[in-house]
């Protein structure tokens, strides 16, 4: 029985002392690199409390270390022109794209309507942000320019904090690896397993959020907003409109009338009973009046008299 309660604590100093040279390992590789002085770590072999620790320590030494050499600007740009042809311009729009080594990433054309009898059309795109002034500039040349702009947000320290986070999160990997790599009983393999998986998932989604930050400083977008210069409905088509209208009017008016009158018949009929019998009504007292009246009950006597 002895013997059975002897090896579980065996082999928790083994794993102890493990987990203390690893923490000794990575806290003097930090010292070096971030010449910055460390607490003490206490020595209860948590994996926990090194991936947290070690978390801490390499965040601060990375974020130091990292120097931006320039500002990482994520940049949108909106330009508003009025055009002779807005078709002949879009085809412009697509040779200047590919010219400049861009994507289209969004186009939406709007048709002229009576309350707006010009063509407008919309443009998404992408530029590399290097070439964002020089093809603003060719697409300035595409008609009269009504208005501008250009914002731009600073994204540099955000990139500095992803990138000192991955990379201390990949040294946590890697220090995890080798605890799992030396641990003995199936309990403490599992624990560090688990670890493991965690940081290994936070290193991807940290990892993705990097990119997709790079990638928006990398390209600049651009919106284009095209109108054209005039009108391209002609005398002709706005006829022809408006004798389309009078007659989806004039036709809606009829139904909506004929509907009418079919409810209202549908009323009468239900209501017939009613109707019948206020008419006898109406009538009996009619012919009691013709009968009571005065002219009609007045005697041979009193007439001749008169």
């Known amino acids: 029985m002895y013997a059975s ?4 604590r065996t082999s928790a100093l083994f794993i102890s002392a493990l987990l203390g040279g690893v923490i000794f390992t990575s806290c003097a590789s930090s010292h070096q ?25 390499s965040q601060k030494a990375e974020a130091a270390s990292i120097v931006r050499s320039r500002a990482q600007l994520i940049k949108k740009a909106a330009i508003s022109l009025t055009v002779n042809s807005v078709e002949k311009t879009i085809d412009a729009v697509s040779q200047i794209i590919n010219k400049q080594q861009g994507d289209l990433i969004g186009l939406k054309q709007q048709q002229p309507k009576t309350d707006n009898p010009r063509y407008t059309a919309t443009i998404q795109l992408r530029i590399p942000e290097n070439l964002l002034e020089p093809t603003l500039e060719e697409l300035a040349k595409l008609g009269t320019v009504e208005s501008r702009n250009i914002t731009a947000e600073d994204v540099g320290d955000r990139l500095v ?17 080798k605890i799992m790599d030396r641990a003995g009983s199936i309990r403490d393999v599992l624990s560090v397993a688990q670890e493991l998986s965690n940081v290994r998932e936070t290193i991807e989604q ?6 997709s930050l790079q990638n928006q400083v990398a390209y600049s977008t651009i919106t284009l907003n095209l109108q054209a210069a005039v009108s391209s409905t002609s005398s002709q088509p706005a006829f022809g409109l408006q004798v389309q209208e009078t007659w989806n009017k ?23 009973p009613y109707l019948l019998i206020f008419a006898a009504l109406i009538y009996s007292f009619t012919r009691w009046r013709r009968t009571h009246s005065p002219r009609l009950t007045q005697t041979p006597e009193s007439t001749g008299s008169e």
Request: charged content about 15%; hydrophobic content about 40%.
């Open 161 to 177: 904090d992803f990138q000192a986070r991955l990379t201390n999160l990949q040294k946590t990997e890697a220090n995890l690896q």
């Open 5 to 8: 309660t002897k090896l579980p």
């Open 33 to 57: 690199s971030g010449n910055q002085a460390l607490p003490p770590m206490a020595g209860d072999g948590s994996v926990n409390q090194l991936s947290a620790r070690e978390s801490s320590i």
């Open 206 to 211: 940290i990892n993705a959020q990097l990119k």
């Open 250 to 272: 004039s036709t809606h008016s009829l139904s909506s009338f004929s509907v009418g009158l079919l409810k209202l018949g549908i009323w009468l009929i239900v209501y017939s």
